[in-house]
């Protein structure tokens, strides 16, 4: 994106006056004629989210076929139905189908996120046609259309507001806004954020609190969350660095094998002089003991056995691939509001006349914490003037909170729920006091006074006014400020000071202020009579960091994995958050206005440097996802909101809120937190790079036991000699060793030290040097004792069946010993922990045993199989064999250890 993407209506209707805005519409107050709607609607058509165009499920499911490793796979099976080993071709076939019918219904599920944004269109709509008020399909609006809200409304469409008392809105799913929005309807500069444009509601976005007209703008596509919709179906979702690498490899590996066949059959006929049908046979053995047909499988059990272990830790994987992806993951875009914080407001702070600065603990609207007076405990019961503060806060209020089995719920603003949780922190009871002060009238808050102020009567008879509001709105209308000593002269510049203190931590202030009534008082509130009051103090008001946020942000940079904030709120508050949980703040926040200025070079090298970004619309996340993946990285980017979804798609994890986010976030994204907390992300990453460990054990545990029957013809056709294994040999050895044993490594615990390491290079090969001497050396091992001892039984006089029969048990027990060892890639698996520390191995070794001697000893499969029993003696030559590999692979780790 070379621009950032352009507003969703071409004309600029938050910079114009409610009557400019009419004119451009061509629309009145009243609202449009039933026939100007019909008209206007055959022209901008219905007011819905169009589907987009997709495959067909027959496309789709063949696309999982397009793998070079399927491609070897499908080769395997072809050669195995020409030798007619039908149940070895039904195995190989059978992978590549489970396969390919996993992917399928994994794309099917992504094509979900779609349908969830145009869920959240709102089914009816309440509009003014000739003056007239009717309910109406949303999908009927028209531009031009006067439309009415209320409280719990959803939005049916983009609007510009004519009207409204006392209307906020919740966009936190668009904007990111922590709190509700305050709306006027006076215009707003022309290049004011979307977050900025006070005087416009959008559609999908909720009505909190207050009534408004408006007149709608854009419908369907037009709006911002259509806009979003078309970005989320042009956003190219990217395919993991595993899938990247197996593809490589697999393409690598299937030239490799063509390659080599065609080079020994010719050595074969024309320097061995064997004849062309037995060198073809030799060739499909050594095709067969080449291909890894294992391995797609044993990747898909190992990234499952990855998924239960995430779910455990309440991280749901929606996309198997992405298990891998986190332990790649080397930059984590999170969002700040439900992500970071909570998304509940608390008071976090109080001031009050003669006492030095309080502190209040906890989050939420759970009503449980602490009050700190310079860094001790106090008790608010032996502080009355607090008490009354927070009773004041109480009894001018409108919304309730009440514990419910899933917690504690607000019930209306969250101002209002954060005053209250700490009254009842300080030990009051909204319903008692309620009692005790029965409401007799109220002013509600409106943005043109900034205050709201009720009317109470105490048992006594005696009436009171409580206030609170803007502290710039509620100290005008104070006379005086509780202190030490009782009430005394306002002190306006120590108030304005602390009101300034509370901003610097991006904290929202509401001053708190009352006055008892003069006997006789009447029995309505006017605003004449809201004045003469006495301050009680001032809150400061936060959407608090989870408690867990800052130790994950820790774990995070000690596993080289930088997390940086992206949100629609404002730069302060956004930098005041960073600052609690422990992010480097070295760099200024960015806003969206500044990445505008940015081309992408410059915006490249931005990213690497900055930590938070603020004020973001969903062009700018997107543009930053990309921007950091032209760098090399591997981003996570988390998200709730609608807002988040376009990101969520093209990160290479997506992870959204499974409590608080929305549906459009889940389907885009790869990953959903079942408990909203940033810390599983961290356990996540954990299993993620413990799933790449096992993947790479299995593939170091599958590529020498292919090596080893492929170097065993190889060394047969070399000297001249009979094959000492037959494909049918390979087969079962690939299938009873590379599915059993090596499924054992997928249940590897985490090795120590796991998060203390710097993530992988996506970009480097899936195959490391070292991986490829340890094949090398390993294969050399296997084929050594395997071709030896049918060597050393041939030469015995052994029938050339026994001989076989000894040679492959050889290679199964060698490739049994081995599993052993690739238990551990560098350390010793001479421990206990490494000899008895993974039941599966020790579980798959006695299964094969079992099955080798079925195979040795059963008469159905020597006549199968061609096999012959063996003696004692045998299996001591072929024991004592697992056991020389063995310890030669941990020689080999000695010595690699001291180097």
């Known amino acids: 994106m070379d621009q950032p993407a352009k507003p969703a209506s071409p004309v600029p209707f938050h910079a114009l006056s409610v009557a400019e805005v009419l004119a451009q519409l061509d629309s009145r ?28 499920p027959v496309e789709r499911f063949l696309s999982q076929f397009n793998n070079a490793v399927i491609y070897v796979l499908l080769a395997a099976g072809t050669i195995t139905a020409l030798l007619q080993q039908w149940v070895d071709c039904g195995v190989i076939f059978g992978v590549v189908i489970i396969n390919a019918v996993i992917g399928f219904i994994q794309e099917g599920r992504a094509e979900e996120a779609i349908t969830a944004v145009r869920r959240l269109l709102s089914p009816q709509a309440m509009v003014l046609r000739g003056g007239r008020r009717l309910v109406l399909p949303a999908q009927e609006l028209v531009p031009g259309d006067v439309i009415l809200l209320q409280s719990g409304d959803r939005v049916p469409a983009d609007a510009r507001l004519l009207e409204l008392r006392e209307l906020r809105m919740d966009e936190a799913a668009l904007t990111g806004e922590s709190e509700p929005v305050e709306k006027d309807p006076r215009p707003v500069a022309e290049g004011a954020q979307i977050a900025d444009r006070r005087c416009v509601v959008y559609s999908g976005t909720m009505v909190t609190l207050g009534r408004a007209s408006a007149v709608v703008t854009a419908t369907g596509l037009r709006t911002e969350i259509g806009r979003i919709s078309a970005m989320l179906a042009g956003v190219e979702q990217l395919t993991t660095p595993l899938l990247r690498q197996l593809s490589d490899f697999g393409r690598a590996l299937t030239i490799v094998i063509l390659v080599a066949v065609a080079v020994i059959y010719l050595f074969g006929v024309y320097v061995r002089t064997y ?31 990855g998924v239960r272990r995430m779910a455990a830790c309440k991280a749901i994987i929606r996309r198997l691939p992405a298990v891998e992806t986190l332990g790649s993951v080397t930059v984590i875009c999170s969002d700040k509001t439900g992500t970071l914080t909570r998304n509940e407001m608390s008071v976090h702070s109080v001031a009050m006349a003669g006492l030095p600065p309080i502190e209040v603990t906890g989050s939420g609207y759970q009503p449980v914490g602490d009050f700190h007076m310079e860094g001790r405990n106090m008790d608010p019961a032996k502080f009355p003037a607090l008490l009354e503060l927070c009773r004041a806060a109480m009894l001018c209020n409108e919304s309730a909170i009440h514990e419910t089995p899933e917690g504690w719920v607000l019930s209306g603003d969250p101002t209002d729920g954060a ?20 409401e007799i009238d109220a002013i509600p808050f409106e943005s043109g006074h900034r205050f709201m102020a009720t009317l109470r009567q105490d048992l006594d008879g005696a009436r009171w006014i409580f206030v609170k509001g803007a502290p710039e709105a509620v100290l005008k209308l104070c006379a005086r400020q509780h202190g030490k000593s009782g009430e005394e002269p306002l002190d306006s510049g120590w108030w304005h000071a602390q009101v300034e203190r509370f901003g610097a931590d991006a904290q929202r202030t509401i001053a708190i202020a009352a006055r008892r009534c003069a006997i006789g008082a009447p029995d309505s509130l006017s605003f004449p009579d809201v004045r003469d009051l006495t301050l009680l103090g001032v809150v400061g008001i936060i959407d608090p960091p989870r408690e867990e946020a800052m130790d994950s942000v820790r774990q995070c940079r000690s596993a080289g994995v930088q997390v940086k904030m992206v ?104 990953m959903v937190l079942a408990d909203d907390n940033f810390a599983s992300i961290v356990r996540a990453v954990a299993e993620g ?39 049918a040999h390979i087969l079962w050895i690939n299938m009873v060793t590379e599915v059993t044993l090596s499924v054992a490594l997928a249940f590897e615990p985490p090795e120590p030290m796991i998060m203390r390491r710097r993530p992988r290079d996506p970009q480097a090969p899936i195959l490391s040097g070292f991986m490829i001497w340890r094949v090398l050396l390993v294969s050399v091992l296997m084929v050594s004792c395997a071709f030896g001892l049918f060597v050393y039984e041939m030469s015995g006089g052994a029938e050339l069946e026994a001989a076989r029969t000894v040679a492959v048990n050889t290679l199964v027990v060698t490739q049994a010993a081995y599993l052993v060892n690739t238990r551990f890639l560098y350390a010793s698996a001479l421990t206990r922990a490494g000899l008895f520390g993974n039941r599966f191995v020790l579980i798959g070794i006695g299964l094969v045993l079992v099955l080798q001697m079925l195979f040795t ?31 030669a692979v941990e020689a080999e780790k000695k010595l690699l250890s001291r180097l």
């Not at 499909?284 to 499952?304: F, K, M, W």
């Not at 969206?592 to 900055?610: I, S, T």
């Not at 545990?701 to 090596?707: A, D, E, S």
């Open 275 to 305: 004849p062309h049908q037995q060198m073809f046979l030799a060739m499909v053995g050594l095709a067969v003991s080449a291909i890894p047909e294992a391995l797609p499988a044993i990747i898909t059990i190992t990234l499952a056995v």
């Open 419 to 438: 005053l209250l949780a700490l009254g009842m922190k300080a030990g009051l009871g909204q319903q008692a006091l309620a009692a005790l002060y029965a």
């Open 29 to 56: 107050a009243e609202g449009l004629t039933t026939e100007e709607a019909a008209a206007r609607r055959a022209r901008f058509g219905p007011n819905v989210l169009p589907p987009p165009h997709t495959r067909g």
């Open 567 to 670: 949100t629609g709120d404002h730069a302060g508050t956004a930098g005041a958050v960073a600052r609690q949980i422990g992010l480097d703040e070295s760099a200024r926040p960015l806003s969206g206005a500044d990445l505008d200025l940015l081309d992408d070079a410059q915006l490249a090298d931005a990213v690497e440097r900055a930590t938070v970004f603020a004020r973001t619309s969903p062009e700018h996340k997107l543009r930053l996802v990309e921007a950091l993946q032209s760098r090399g990285h591997v981003v996570a980017m988390t998200g709730d909101g609608v807002n988040d979804a376009p990101a969520l798609k093209r990160a290479d994890v997506g992870v959204a809120m499974g409590i608080k986010g929305t549906e459009v976030a889940k389907e885009a994204s790869q």
């Open 689 to 727: 790079r413990t799933v790449f460990d096992n993947i790479r054990k299995a593939i170091l545990y599958i590529l020498p036991t292919n090596g080893g029957e492929s170097f065993t013809i190889l060394l047969a056709i070399a000297f001249g000699l009979v094959l000492p294994i037959t494909p």
């Open 857 to 887: 000893y059963t008469p159905w499969m020597q006549g199968l199989f061609h096999t012959r029993a063996i003696g004692i003696d045998a299996w001591a030559r072929i024991f004592a064999a697992g056991l020389f590999v063995f310890i």
